[in-house]
């Protein structure tokens, strides 16, 4: 019960409270007055945080050292202030990723182990306090109506935990759909669930969107919200799912360090200032882009204080309509270790490309591209994998033949296919020629590109659309 009332009080501060933000001013004054509570507790508490931070006051929180990924999990014993191992951590979450099972807690503490994208898998600990307070946030800004209305969501993750099942309730019914499971069995549970909302990867909305567009998903009347999470939401990915759902996609930024990020009603990104602090680490002032600092201000258990986080983000240039003075993101492009290198023209030194110039060069060369990957080998050596719309709408077509008589079929696949390869030939020069141009743009020797088909199934890896694969 106590738990509950947790969750309302926090649903009711974050839908309500956090309106009357109206100004920059009023949010970095809120800020401060809640970072400066917040640290007293973390520096009585924390013995790796009191010995990091040395002799700098709370006052001067934003000289303390930053800390990344690999010395937190070095740390965790120390950083922690529920008197957790790390590997008691491990064990029970790796324990329950072979299981499948993921209930079971350390006491009233909630362990979970982020999907190791960058190869350094992430341990985090949440309180039986923290939990609801977090659901009852989440809920706020994420539901498309109120608390009082039903929904039924579905929620496809690489692992449950039982911080998103704190959400389910009489009202709320909530259903985990394991990323593992084959694509065919969560059309089945989906059709009969019928939900109204659905929070998925956008490889996995991507699936479901071609799936409702040739029949095979019926989710019908349309689901009142459409949610990205845990991938970067491409604007191809983000045009198929809208037009197969008939609504805009709506993103949650999250990771094991914090719910940094959700969307307004107008579909902008804003970070979450009520409950975190980013700082700038600024990558290129006149494109906006920069590497976030965040400091957690409600997480006690693994207290996350000046955390430097591996993604690269772009603010937004002009305010957003709803008025929010929340800051405003224009696009999450994805971990730093994903920036290109090519050969300068003039020195052969390596010059950073950011991930969106892949991106743009890409959709703006070759409107057949209905999905594409790029990973980059070597500053020499990129391989472009694409999928054509043309092999998409033959791929949906083949479900609809089967009644057709084997001739005709075989005939009919035939010109498809030399009308494709013709296509390809014409795509490959395309984004050739854009890759050329972007290179001439920023000085640079173009690489080679090897071109493939491209093939993915949404599941245990996160879907890069631009990867890097070796280091500068």
Known sequence: MIGKLILIWYYLLTRWGSRTAASR??????????????????????????????????AQWRQFPIIEKLEMMEQFDRLNTAGVSKDEAFALALAAEQSRDFTPTIGPVTVGLSSGTSGNRGLFLVSGRERMAWAGIMLAKVLPRSLLHAERVAFFL????????????????????DMLQPLAEHIVNLNRQQPTIVAAP??????????????RLRLGPRPRRIISVAEVLDPLDRVTIEAAFGQSVHQIYQCTEGFIASTCKYGTLHVNEDIVVVQKEVLDDGLRKFVPIVTDLSRTMQPIVRYRLNDILTERAEPCPCGSAYMALERIEG?????????????????????D??????????????????????????????RLKQEQEQ???????????????QEQLQRQARAVGSSREKVHQQISDSIQQLCDKLGC??????????HHEPGLRKLRRVERRFQP
């Open 357 to 386: 110039f892949i991106t743009r060069a890409i959709i703006s060369s070759a409107p057949d591209v209905a999905e594409y990957k790029v990973v980059q080998h070597a500053p020499a050596a990129v391989e472009v994998s694409i």
């Open 158 to 177: 690489r692992a449950d935990s039982n911080l998103y099942g704190s959400v389910g309730s009489r009202r709320l019914q909530f259903a985990f759909y």
């Open 335 to 355: 971990r730093c270790d994903d920036l290109f290198y090519f050969h300068s023209l003039a020195d052969r030194q390596l010059v950073p490309v950011y991930p």
């Open 202 to 215: 956008p490889s996995m909305l991507r699936a479901l969107a071609e799936a409702q567009q040739d029949g």
């Open 395 to 409: 791929e949906q077509g083949q479900e609809q033949e089967q009644g057709q008589e084997q001739q005709q079929k």
């Open 25 to 58: 001013e009023v949010v970095e004054r809120r800020q401060e007055r809640r970072i400066r509570r917040h640290l007293r507790f973390v520096r009585k508490h924390s013995a790796f945080y009191r010995e990091h931070w040395g002799e700098l006051s709370d």
């Open 445 to 454: 020797e173009a690489p080679h590109l090897e071109f493939s088909e491209l």
